[in-house]
């Protein structure tokens, strides 16, 4: 039996995706946590824990250089929120063309017998332009900027994207009437729009920040359903403040941007759709269950991502240092114990390597002796054995 400790809410259908080798509990010595946006950049990981699943896309909120050196494997569920996100971000486009806030709030302190008579009155105040013919500035190509961009076009706006690490797979996901430039400057200079979908790193912090936005159109909208930081708040209140840009709205509040006219906050509400937290906690679900059942590594984000067919009874994975001579040192381990390879492999991501070796006769053999000869290779960080099911 396996225990999967979650934080956050996970919807439903993500837990009755477990099946009857997983107990969902709050025990202290867990195998998985399955976790939305939890802090854990300063908590304890256990030592029985073997891997963490966000049910979203951001792992800016994992503690990634102490897990690895754990040998706990971090996942994300890439995509189950995108749709979520693009939806917001279009009707902020809409709402913020069309003067939404300021017209509902305009109605809403007028609900007493003035209320009709207000609504042909000053109804001008409020006009608006359209989606139509403007050009909207998409920054990060992947998931969710490949469907705003996408959706934009289908609006009728014309499309700026930049992305230097764009794959190839996200690649193939975008129109080819969006087009593509290779800076900052080259895709906000002329955009009415702006709207940035990147991860949050060092490279990310900051990256919209006051040149970027005195590059901007005059009067342009900016939106950051990223993370905190990626847009500098400060800058954007002194764009505001200026009028340099029109509106600015952001799923992240902060006190330096409260209660300030033009400026949107919402509670980091991108992801939370029905459909967008089921997807995520089902693929959370089975990104679990996959690798601590086979050991696959799809779409871990501190290991290479490996998907070894499993048709032996025994596997044993271990994570180490990508470093010379590991998988003769791993070799040697198991041959000194007289234990057949029939299949081996071996991946490296950067400093960490991930090797899959699958035996069929482990049975009766002293395992837990296998496990501390592999753990006692200074470069191993963590060694598993799995029965197959
Ligand atoms: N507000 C919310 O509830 C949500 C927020 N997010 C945030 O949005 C981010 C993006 O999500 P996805 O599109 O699903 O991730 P993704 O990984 O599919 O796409 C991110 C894209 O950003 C690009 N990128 C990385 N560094 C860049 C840089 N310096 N300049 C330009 N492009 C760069 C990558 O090449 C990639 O194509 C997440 O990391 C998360 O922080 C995602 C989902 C929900
Ligand atoms: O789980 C959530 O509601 C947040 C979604 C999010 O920010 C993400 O997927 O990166």
């Known amino acids: ?5 979650t934080f956050n809410a996970i919807a439903q259908a993500g837990l009755d995706t477990f099946t009857d080798d997983f107990e969902i509990n709050q025990t202290d010595e867990p195998d998985a946590y399955l976790i939305r946006s939890v802090n854990l950049l300063q908590a304890e990981l256990p030592e029985s824990l073997k891997t963490i699943v966000r049910a979203g896309a951001g792992v800016n909120n994992v503690p ?15 995509g189950s929120n995108a749709n979520a996100v693009k939806e917001l971000v279009v009707s902020l486009m809409i709402a913020t063309a069309r003067n939404l806030f300021e017209a509902h709030n305009y109605s809403d302190e007028h609900t007493e017998a003035d209320v009709s008579q207000r609504t042909e009155k000053d109804k001008t105040k409020f006009n608006g332009t359209e989606l139509a013919g403007k050009r909207l500035a998409v920054i990060g190509l992947g998931n969710v900027g490949s469907l705003v961009a996408n959706a934009a076009l289908a609006l009728g706006m014309k499309v700026i994207g930049y992305d230097p690490y764009l794959s190839a797979n996200a690649a193939w996901r975008i129109n080819n009437r969006v087009k593509r430039v ?4 080259n895709a906000v200079k002329n955009a009415d729009f702006v709207t940035i979908h990147v991860p949050k790193n060092n490279e990310t912090i900051g990256l919209l920040g006051t040149k970027e936005i005195t590059e901007m159109k005059d009067g342009a909208v900016l939106f950051n359903y990223s993370r905190i930081g990626i847009v500098d708040n400060k800058a954007a209140v002194k764009a505001i403040r200026s009028q340099k840009i029109s509106h600015y709205c952001t799923d992240f509040g902060e006190p330096i941007i409260a209660d300030q006219e033009k400026i949107t906050i919402t509670p980091h509400i991108g992801g939370s759709t029905l459909e967008a937290e089921t997807n995520g906690a089902v693929q959370g679900a089975n990104t679990v269950m996959n690798y601590l059942e086979e050991g696959d590594t799809t779409h871990c984000v501190n290991l290479p991502n490996m998907q070894v067919p499993f048709e032996t009874a025994y596997r044993v994975t271990v994570i180490h240092q990508n470093v010379p001579n590991m998988v003769g040192q791993i070799s040697t381990q198991i041959a000194n114990r007289e234990i057949n390879i029939e299949n081996m492999a071996n991946a490296a991501k950067e400093k960490v390597a991930y090797t899959v070796i699958d035996v069929d006769d482990l049975q009766g053999k002293d395992q837990e002796g296998l496990i501390s000869a592999l ?10 054995v799995i029965k197959h099911r």
């Open 375 to 384: 753990e006692g290779i200074k470069e191993v960080y963590k060694v598993r």
């Open 182 to 185: 290779d800076s900052i400057k």
């Open 64 to 78: 990634l250089g102490r897990a690895t050196a754990q040998g706990i494997a971090v996942f994300n569920t890439p």
């Open 1 to 5: 039996m396996y225990e999967v400790k």
